[in-house]
């Protein structure tokens, strides 16, 4: 966005009618109720947004927010305003992609966010099979919590988050994608270290290495114990599955973990891990994005590639 000396900016809208620019700044102030993290993310100052508001509303006569006291509201006119604004935003958006795929090119930098576990174990050889078929697509990757992605994806801060067990989020629509076994997990020195399959019920009273209770793979754990009558002594709670996993490791209690996690520690003999007897157990992942906020046709071609195993063919 090309953003002008503050001394001209409101006589060079004299006479002129509305632009793009001036659609999104007005769904960002809506999406973020506050004037200057729209100038943020426009790269403008709040002064030029305030302009750019007042622009709106004289060009239509109309007051479309009413904002004051804390508080912040659109009229009727301003939430039909807004839906016009997300309307041709989307249509602007979906034009441009299909110009670029015409003429075979997508340059565009996708900002992913991911739990750590998904981020460190599943998605390194998607990413890289992703990135030597479209050279043109830049993926940058950063590693947070559940409840922090399902913030950054409603903010706009990334483009899409991958997280483990998605939750329903008015704002938020998921695409679920694999399901990944939960296995048994202990030291070699364990006494069920032995076995070739685990029955929940020998974990009962055992010391356990459990995740953090603002994780979702500990809520969905603890329901399990909860369904099979298990009374487990969490010995120790990490917000980490490495952590997590030096703990095991060291004998300090077992744990219950993605299988896909351990492959590494179990070839190298400092874990074992065993499947589980009578009912299996997987933890579901989800690629989440924001409902109205239309996603370019490079998101989309990375989304479609991580859930959909007949694309990467």
């Known amino acids: 966005m090309v953003t002008y000396a503050i001394s001209n900016y409101y006589d060079s809208m004299k006479g ?15 999406e973020t109720k506050s004037f200057s993290e729209a100038a943020n993310r426009n790269y403008i ?16 006569g109309k007051k479309m927010i009413i904002r004051g006291k804390g508080k912040f509201s659109l009229t009727t006119e301003g939430r039909v305003f807004l839906n016009g604004c997300v309307d041709i935003l989307d249509i602007y958006q979906k034009t441009l992609d299909n110009m670029q795929m015409n003429v075979g090119e997508i340059t565009e930098t996708i900002n992913i966010e991911t739990v750590y576990s998904l981020g460190f174990y599943h998605l390194p050889s998607l990413i890289k099979s992703f990135m030597n078929r479209h050279k043109n697509i830049n993926l940058h990757i950063e590693y947070n919590r559940s409840d922090r992605i399902y913030t950054d994806v409603i903010k706009g801060v990334c483009d899409f988050g991958i997280v483990a067990y998605p939750w329903e989020q008015p704002l938020v629509n ?10 048994f997990v202990c030291s070699p020195g364990d006494n069920l270290s032995h076995l070739k399959k685990i029955s929940l019920k020998k974990m009962n009273n055992k010391d356990f290495i459990a995740f953090i209770k603002e994780i979702p793979t500990r809520d969905a754990i603890d329901k399990i114990f909860k369904k099979e009558n298990l009374s487990i002594n969490i010995k120790q709670e990490f917000d980490n599955i490495e952590t997590l996993k030096r703990s095991v490791e060291l004998g300090t ?61």
Do not use: C
């Open 174 to 183: 998921i695409t679920y994608g694999m399901n990944e076994e939960l296995v």
């Open 16 to 30: 002129s009618r509305l632009y793009i620019d001036m659609l999104k700044v007005f769904r960002d102030v809506v």
């Open 45 to 60: 100052t709040q002064s030029a947004v305030s302009q750019q508001i007042a622009f709106i509303e004289r060009l239509f």
């Open 253 to 313: 209690g077992v744990s219950v973990l993605p299988k896909n996690t351990i492959q590494q520690e179990v070839k190298n003999n400092s874990l074992v891990a065993i499947p589980i007897s009578g009912n299996q157990y997987f933890r579901t992942t989800g690629i989440i994005t924001r409902k109205d906020r239309p996603l370019s046709r490079a998101t989309e071609e990375v989304i479609h590639w991580i859930t959909d195993e007949d694309a990467r063919q």
